[in-house]
């Protein structure tokens, strides 16, 4: 039975939140963990000293310990305490005990003297000095008095904060943080370093996940195969120890779709597919009262969730403000369009010039993570949205690579080169002349002619096989001489798959084939970047 | 045999630090390790994509995979391919194979429809629209062709980059990284959470160390007692097994200091003490050629010395830059001066008013983490340098607490109202009240009188015992009417102890005993703080 998730009657993601979080409270979790996994975590109580700290009275130096009264004088050494120990030594008038660095005092002692200050024969010791009542002595309480704050509720935990709260003798300390489990479900999923049979892919959600919800207590996860009683007694498990469930694959309208049917049948699915693109079949739903995100598996769309929706959601549970996004404005380098009836995430480049910052969208679908982590940041557009090349947006920055970049063509000769490689083609190439931006850039002279270069060269276009044309993104300066283009490949290295199956083009040295046409490539070199082309022109 | 560290033939911490670079030169580290301990780390290899992505060209819809040229028209289903399987099928003309998203295609398809576009009898399918070559279709290398970078040298691997290897199979990644080892030793220490006997203390570098050493390779960490043969058979494991050794205890000259013992005849100290307050019986070391860090063992000297120079070492080590503290200026509150031959680290408190920013230094000394660890930052002077109230100095911040926050004499009326307490006592409070700057300010007569406050009350000074007298910290109200104070306190809250052993004085409640002095409080408030103070006065 396949419930079909209709697309004009879904939820934006921000309505499917508040409905969400009405109908699923997001619950303030407070749980105690060992100080060793709080690092970063948030404070969910007071924390006040349960002892004095120092919790004796102890020495800051290697000395004797004696009355002060008694200096300068001569002391006859009655004991040695070292660090660590416990003595019951009392010491009179001119009685010394030889006391390490932090240990403790004798009864009776009220200062220290240095070693380095006196002058021992056999049993006595000499000083001639006056010493203070209390010198080179940390007295007990000094530095934290019992019952004295010394965390916050609220606070974000640093390693000092955790040295702190050993020094007072505590190993565990309560934190906002939900105790969350993941589950990945999917038979075609291969553990990553294992051999990847036919058919199969590799597992990345949980690698994703895991070290995302590291702020978070992770009490649990695992990958299940498609059986509906496994994923049952799966997520049962789950929720006998967590407060939030986050389970991958299975959300969708499949036959084997487990986990939109389990969740319904357990508890309730409140939100069942978003206008949101990659993440339509999204699920928010609830079972036993607490909050599981079911999530449709392919791993881009796993990671904009979490970060749209699910890390929402845990900050709410977690007392912790929900951190915003880095934001910068940018102009488009060329026109870019959201899906007409969902909510559009595209990742971009981010290209600059001296005077502007550019963004250049990249050709993209959900199952893409190469693409989608290779990029510098994304856009957010609404249902239909066009933005017109050169008007500016708003971009929501990761992470951006600020290495010198070849943009345009991709061609071996420059396979080596060390920069950073777009070669989404020439389209954005002329585009980034035009506004000075990129370092080399590698124009077809299909696309547009340079008016000046640093270097150029011809290349053959071959042409193997027969049937339908494999072609390349619009982009690319080929695709202008294919007729009718059906695959839109962003680069020649995956041609080869399509050999004998379609009538392929790609320059030479990618395939063998008849010459079909002879393009010229123009190289043009900004911002002292030719270096990088040493040997190869 | 004791060895003194001469306080003047020590170098300071940079001279010391270029001295040791310069003779245990900080080796670039790169090491493999799995991929969910690789976040944050930076990445010490290209890594290129070992396999097309998508691996096979998938359905990308739950559908029918058919061939395009034969749409619109009808199709008879020969077969199912779930996702995860492999099935040699291949399709004919008008033939079609239902496949669910996912799922790799059939030989000789070309285009996937989408079920809810067909309609369905037994085993044939309808399918009245035109399909394009390749609709519906991720074909394979699509996302990341095989060989395509999908990590860069010197990267910071984030959770979506450790997905993007976890998706083409990798799960162990190279990484600019030391690995470390850490050991501390004592007799004194007890672990947090265990009964704490007479004489001995917590253990909490190792805590401080094994969270703070996050983003680099922890590769052991042990608690070792004072015996010599246990730290030297403990110091050979860590070094078979890490680049980098940092141990902590004995690097002094007591009778039990192994540590120094040990480094000098297993190794070479290039650098013994530095004139550096809190931490000056810092070893520099080598064994083996590799570097070893002996610290004094306290927990503050441990931080400072860290953040200094064994931080700066390891991203020598790990080819990532090191990052500054953040830095701000502000004015003193009141005066505050350096050890005289050693750099010194003072912690401090910020305090603002609308127009300055002030820190405030708290009297410090090293054994004293949690005074170190409350404070919003710290100041570093050199040696005699002195700083005159309202002259402008760096800050280093740590993490300045916002909260509201009470400056004065501490008094048991007040314990439990919910502010951030600073009761370091009157004089610096009377100097935030000229400045403008705290919320809630409690002042004793004794040391000067608001002109305007909103609250007064009077309270009784108690005497108790005979012997030297137990006074506060000079910028207590009560240190006023004690005419040799000895033992400079910083809080009622300890005095309990010195009850019996000396001539105590304390405000009333903390101590019992005889009336001394009647000394009048002053509570000022600003900022609107009023509210904290409702139903106490």
Redesign the interface.
Known sequence: M?A?LPEDNLLFAEEAFRKFTSEVSPKLCINEIP??DS?NKVSGEVVY?P????????S?V?GYAIK??NTPGKFTIIGK???????EIEIKENEAVEV?????LPEGA?AVIK??DTKREDNIVFIDKKL???QN??????????????L?KG??I???????????????VKVYSPKVYVITT?????????K??????????L??L???L?DYIIVGSSLVR?RKEDIEKEIEKALDLADVLIITGGT?????DYVHQIIREKGKIVVHGIKFKPGKPTILGQIKGKPVFGLP???VS??MVYEQLIKKYLDLMSNSEHEENKKIRAKALITVEADKKRFTYIPIYILRSNKDTYFLPIPF??????????ADGYIALNPGDRIEEDQEAEIII??I?E?PTLLGEEDLKMKNINV??ITLGSYPACKALEKGVGDILVISSLMCTPDNYDFKFDREILTNGKG?EIGYNDWIGISKIIKNP??K???P??VE?FLG??KVYAPEGYIKGDKFYTERLYIVTLNNSRKFLQGIF
Chains 1, 2 share one sequence.
């Open positions: 396949r079909i100080i060793l690092l000293s002892i004095d700290l120092p919790p004796f009275s102890r800051t290697d002060y009264e305490i070292n660090i660590g120990e416990y003595k390490d660095t932090g240990a403790m009220n070693i380095e203070r009542f209390g002595i940390a007295w007990i309480g000094s530095d934290i008095p019992k019952d004295f704050e010394i916050r606070e974000r640093s390693p000092e904060k955790i040295a702190t709260l050993a020094s007072v003798g505590i190993n565990k999917g038979d075609e999923l291969v553990e990553p370093g294992e990847l049979d036919k058919g199969k892919i590799y597992e990345s959600n690698y994703y895991l070290t995302r590291r498609d969708s309208a499949g036959e084997k598996g392919n791993i796993t990671i679908d959900s199952y893409m993570i190469g693409t989608f982590s290779s990761k992470n690579d290495r950073r490689k339908p059906t695959v490949l962003k680069s290295s995956t798959h199956k379609a």
